[in-house]
């Protein structure tokens, strides 16, 4: 049994070792990194913490928790019938 178990165990790192050398030898194409877009990925948590609650100054519709700045600051939107 215990034999079994070294064998695997030396079967999985032999494998992973072979899969790991290919792959920090793949070769990258020629043109990767010129169309990245540089912009900062945030999460869903750090764009609800970074937004703006009501009534505070905004310039941007983006920046408010309601999506909607009115007069330089985070209102609630109200829609006319």
Not at 46 to 55: A, D, E, K
Request: charged share 20%.
């Amino acid at each position: 049994m215990r034999t079994l178990h070294r064998k695997l165990i030396a079967a999985f790192f032999l494998l992973s070792m072979v899969c790991a050398f290919q792959v920090q030898t793949a070769p990258l194409p020629e043109e990767w990194g010129t169309d990245l877009i540089h912009r900062a990925k945030r999460s869903l948590l750090l764009r609800w913490n970074t937004m703006r609650p009501l009534g505070a100054s905004c310039r941007d519709n983006s920046e408010c928790v309601t999506y909607y700045c009115r007069a330089q600051a985070c209102s609630f939107h109200i829609f006319s019938s």
